[in-house]
């Protein structure tokens, strides 16, 4: 059986609420603490098996406790069970085909599972049997057995009630135990009896002699009895003697009638009277029934009922019945109406915070885990990229300033030096005055190093302008345009400080003859102008390797560009095509603000078409009702009565149209009877006149007078036939020995017998007189030796005390039965069962560990549960982690609902029952519960963590709001 919706009017915190279950067969309730999981699951208990004694989920403001349960049934289709309180509690079960069932059709489609049943085998959570190891053989077995009996545990509790009742009552070797201190009690008395007995030797001899004084009574009596039957004898026939003769006198008297005299019907004029007195009434009746037989016709022929309605009866009656389910629908309706109007309000404000109109576009938008999941990793990229290009647009920055800063210094310090004429010129001079001095190999030697300088400065210059026509090339090529350009404008700016001319030979014959006329002064000026120039050539070299540093940190930022472009690109065209496969426009790192509230809004739009549907289904049920309605009274369209004014006036026209029929038949049944009295009159009539024929024929009489003639004749015989039969009569209450004797026997022999019995008859009655005093004597005798208590008292005492002992050793002895039937049912449920379950129990264990265990079996020594493992270690199940007992317990307990093969197939309700569970875990066990699934069995599963709800597809999961 599978749960389809739930529609709650009170019950704890929910109040006209209705739930819709998916058509998969294991479905996730989610909703953190006080959400209502635990309301719901004692909700649906409470449908399916009656509300809890507790008044824990009544409502306290009042309103309708109960709700209704629907359900797919494989036998009878879709099945709603309501169920309500007030006074009392109601149950309507409505079947698929419009029936209304009660609790037995209930019991019938859950083949007798009751709420502890279903409890102990359905209903579970991670407490259940975390302390499995703690079980062995018996403990398993009987906790498996009376799982499935009676519920978990309860063969522990009634086993030891018995054993506690038993040894109350008896123990071969204690004092306490009620048998045995009964058992002591009647040994007690038996030996006190004994004693009293032997002290009391002559009460025995008494009762001899009392004995025998009592048959001596009982034979004198007997002859007392004969003696007074004999008196009677003979005063019955004394009596009987006038009769006798009284009779003879009759019979001779009755041969004197003529023959003819006897032939007269008895009681012929009593009979002649009696047949005309019945004849005149019934005349007058008939008469009287044909003048009502004229009225009834006339007043059949105006009722006419109108058979049409009435054919309709059974259709209009059916209806009636349907028409709270009608009610039903429009509450329900209502409901979901509300339901829908906040459902589209909040839709309505989510689209227009996402500035979207198209509702089916958001139906489409995929939402699965693992879309999300891609969605949130790109995002998570896309978020690390932007951040790490924000990283080295500051460093590119830095390094730009900090290379540009290096150019300008480098340019500062070649325009410091001097020109190559200017500088020659000074030389020349210096030259010639060194040489005036003595100091030419010097100058020479100067000269050599600037030479060098300028080729050197000229080869480096080539390399820098090289490495950077290949970089803007490079860049040029990955089409990264804005590297390319600052570095052709580094370049530029490179050329143009260090590309001015050097002078020609032209300008260097056109220089001026060194000055050889100088003073010692002005030669230290010029020297001291070399050397300023030599230090700003030293200083333009350490600002051109500066230059170089700047350039590779530069090369650096922007070999990291491309790094950065080769690793984040990918990040930023994937947030791309999610942007536009979800329409987003706004700001990426938005991108799952966006997506987690076009979820929710997903969310009330499916809430809303399926509102949308369970409404259209509502308003066609009610428009079906009232079609049905309409087509019975057909005004009700036009006049625009209500449905329930219109089902009021066809019971009434039914109503109607019922008495009409009813005064009908009830009129047809008169004249049915009054007929059947007019025939019986007239054949009343008829036999009456008859029978006053045959009177006259029988007395061979030709008229009334003669008939009364006859009669008088005859009655004078009558008369003496009569005394005879009366003498008779009283002959006859005579016992046959009293006719005898009176027969045989004259009246005087009859007295002197009746004075001789008389006489015996007192001689007897005094002899009975002394036998009794003497009797009586003896009686008092014993009565003074039994007050004194002992004989009587004991026996009296004895024989109660061995009914007591009785009746407590069949208490006793029915304990030990019903203990040994257990003990028989358990045996064979460890030896057959058990075996059988723990194989079905492997079979779930297996997938659970992912292979990792193949068995469960039991210990042959101390019949503790055992488990092996795929390479043939064996376990203990305390050795066992707390998870993997876990799995141990769940796959008892799902072998145990299979092994049960209930037909009813009712739903799983698990209470977070995996929370303790890793994803992998989880995920096998997810895998069991499917497999559990496909016969049609439904899986509810509780929870309230997120990690369990991530693991279900959102349409399998219900939320409830805390």
């Not at 403990?139 to 030891?160: H, Q, R, T, W």
Request: net charge negative; with cysteine; aromatic share 8%.
């Amino acid at each position: 059986m599978r749960i389809t919706s739930l529609h709650i009017y009170q019950y704890g915190k929910f109040s006209n609420q209705t739930f819709h279950f998916s058509a998969s067969p294991v479905q996730l309730i989610y909703g953190l603490n006080e959400a209502g999981k635990t309301t719901i699951m004692s909700f649906i208990e409470s449908m399916l098996f009656g509300f809890p004694k507790t008044k824990k989920y009544e409502p306290k403001t009042g309103g309708v406790y109960g709700g209704v349960l629907e359900a797919e049934h494989p036998e009878y289709g879709a099945v709603k069970i309501e169920r309500t309180k007030g006074t009392a509690e109601k149950l309507r079960v409505y079947t698929e085909k419009g029936e209304v069932k009660q609790e037995d059709f209930l019991k019938q489609l859950f083949q007798g599972t009751d709420r502890a049943l279903y409890k102990a085998i359905y209903s579970f959570d991670v407490f259940g049997l975390q302390e499995i190891h703690a079980f062995n053989r018996d403990k398993i077995g009987e906790f498996l057995l009376f799982s499935s009996l009676f519920g978990a545990e309860a063969v522990s509790k009634l086993d030891s009630q018995l054993t506690k009742e038993s040894e109350r009552l008896y123990k071969p070797n204690g004092r306490n135990p009620q048998l045995n201190q009964e058992l002591e009690t009647l040994k007690q008395l038996g030996a006190k009896l004994k004693q009293a007995e032997a002290e009391e030797a002559g009460y025995h001899q008494i009762l001899e002699e009392k004995r025998t004084l009592e048959a001596r009574l009982a034979t004198a009596e007997t002859e007392l009895k004969e003696a007074a039957g004999h008196i009677r004898t003979i005063e019955g026939a004394i009596e009987l003697k006038p009769l006798l003769n009284e009779k003879a006198a009759l019979e001779q008297a009755m041969a004197q009638y003529p023959e003819q005299a006897g032939q007269f019907p008895a009681d012929g004029l009593h009979q002649l009277e009696k047949y005309e007195s019945h004849l005149h009434p019934k005349s007058a009746q008939l008469e009287a029934l044909r003048v009502k037989m004229a009225e009834l016709d006339k007043q059949m022929q105006k009722l006419n009922p109108d058979k049409d309605i009435l054919a309709k009866e059974t259709l209009i009656q059916e209806i009636s019945a349907a028409f709270h389910m009608y009610q039903s629908y429009g509450e329900q309706l209502a409901a979901i109406q509300a339901q829908l109007r906040q459902s589209s309000a909040q839709a309505a404000a989510g689209l227009e915070q996402l500035n979207k109109t198209d509702e089916n576009e958001l139906l489409k938008m995929n939402s699965s885990y693992d879309y999300e999941w891609q969605l949130q990793q790109a995002v998570q990229q896309y978020v690390q990229a932007r951040d790490r290009k924000r990283q080295l647009d500051e460093t590119f920055e830095l390094a730009r300033q900090e290379l540009e800063d290096a150019e300008k210094a480098v340019h500062a310090a070649s325009s410091a030096i001097l020109e190559n004429n200017e500088r020659k010129d000074k030389e020349a001079a210096l030259k010639a005055y060194d040489e005036a001095q003595g100091q030419h190999q010097e100058q020479a030697k100067l000269r050599e190093q600037l030479r060098f300088f300028e080729r050197q400065q000229a080869k480096q210059k080539k390399v820098v302008i090289a490495a950077g026509m290949l970089f803007i090339v490079l860049f040029l090529l990955l089409q990264q345009w804005i590297p390319a350009i600052s570095i052709g404008a580094a370049l530029l700016v490179y050329w143009l400080v260090s590309g001015k001319k050097t002078p020609s030979s032209g300008n260097s014959r056109e220089m001026r003859q060194p000055m050889t006329n100088i003073s010692p002064a002005e030669a230290e000026a010029l020297r001291e102008a070399l050397w300023e120039d030599d230090r700003n050539k030293q200083h333009l070299i350490t600002q051109r390797a500066v230059l170089q540093q700047k350039e590779a940190a530069y090369e650096r930022v922007i070999q990291q560009f491309e790094q950065w472009e080769a690793d984040m690109a990918p990040s930023f065209s994937q947030v791309e095509s999610f942007m536009k496969e979800l329409g987003f426009k706004e700001d990426p790192s938005f991108l799952l603000d966006a997506y987690s509230l076009m979820k929710d809004v997903k969310k009330e739009v499916k809430k809303k078409h399926e509102l949308t549907i369970e409404a259209g289904r509502l308003k066609k049920h009610r428009r079906t009702f009232e079609e049905r309605v309409n087509m019975l009274h057909p005004a009700n369209e036009s006049q625009n009565i209500s449905i329930s004014d219109a089902l009021h006036t066809l019971r009434k026209n039914v109503e109607r149209e019922k008495e009409i029929a009813k005064q009908k038949k009830a009129i047809e049944t008169d004249i049915y009877y009054t007929k059947e009295q007019l025939l019986e009159l007239e054949q009343e009539i008829q036999y009456f006149e008859a029978q006053i024929e045959q009177l006259f024929a029988a007395a061979a009489a030709k008229d009334r007078n003669e008939f009364c003639a006859i009669a008088d004749i005859s009655r004078q015989l009558k008369d003496t036939e009569n005394k005879l039969h009366h003498v008779n009569a009283q002959l006859q209450g005579g016992h046959p020995e009293e006719l005898e004797l009176a027969d045989s026997n004259t009246l005087s022999e009859l007295k002197n017998k009746q004075v001789v019995e008389n006489e015996r008859k007192e001689r007897l009655t005094e002899e009975i007189q002394h036998l009794r005093s003497q009797i009586a004597l003896l009686f008092v005798k014993q009565e003074q030796l039994e007050a004194s208590g002992l004989v009587s008292d004991l026996k009296l005492q004895t024989e109660m005390q061995k009914e007591r002992v009785k009746e407590i050793a069949k208490k006793w002895a029915s304990i030990q039965m019903i203990k040994q039937v257990i003990r028989n049912k358990l045996e064979r449920h460890k030896k057959v069962e058990l075996p059988r379950l723990l194989e079905t129990a492997g079979e779930f264990f297996r997938p659970l560990t992912d292979g990792s265990y193949k068995t469960i079996y039991f210990s042959e020594t101390d019949d503790s549960i055992m488990v092996m493992r795929c390479d043939g270690t064996v376990y203990h199940a305390e050795e066992l982690s707390q998870g993997t007992c876990e799995q141990l317990y769940t796959a008892i307990r799902f072998a145990l609902a299979v092994t049960r093969q209930d037909g009813s197939r009712l739903p799983f309700q698990l209470d977070d029952s995996f929370v303790h569970f890793d994803q992998e875990r989880l995920k096998r066990v997810l895998d069991v519960l499917y497999n559990l699934s496909e016969d049609g069995r439904q899986i509810l599963y509780f929870t309230c963590h997120d990690h369990v709800k991530d693991a279900f597809q959102s349409s399998q999961i219900i939320h409830l709001v805390s």
